[in-house]
């Protein structure tokens, strides 16, 4: 199993950026999928999750009206879509697998490398 993220970087406030996510190695329509990030000096956080058809599954507070997940099946590729960034948006963003595959349970077995997002 292999996630790769992709599409961090550096943007001012109010602007916009999508990160990618490759997977490999699985079926990676069977799983549900989510980001994660964890800012400097702050544990990991859950961003946002889809179910395996696209449905979401988990919206944080800090994500509503501003983070859009998607995923294309075909391309075994999750994006997230992030408009309105803030500066407490700053974080290493990565893109995690269920461990199981079908259902959402919070059980987060497999992590990419993360890809950095600046927002200053």
């Known amino acids: 199993v292999q996630l790769v993220e992709s599409g961090g970087g550096s943007v001012q406030p109010g602007g916009s950026l999508r990160l990618s996510c490759v997977a490999s190695?699985?079926?990676?329509?069977?799983?549900?999928m989510a980001w994660f990030r964890q800012a400097p000096g702050k544990e990991r956080e859950g961003v946002v999750g889809?179910?395996?058809?696209?449905?979401?599954?988990y919206l944080s507070d800090s994500a509503k009206g501003r983070f859009t997940i998607s995923r294309d099946n075909a391309k075994n590729t999750v994006y997230l879509q992030m408009n309105s960034l803030k500066p407490e948006d700053t974080a290493v963003y990565y893109c995690?697998?269920?461990?199981?595959?079908?259902?959402?349970?919070?059980?987060?077995?497999?992590w990419g490398q993360g890809t950095q997002v600046t927002v200053s």
């Open positions: 995690v697998r269920e461990a199981y595959g079908g259902s959402w349970l919070g059980m987060f077995g497999y």
């Open positions: 190695g699985y079926t990676s329509s069977s799983y549900c």
């Open positions: 889809i179910y395996t058809r696209g449905l979401i599954a």
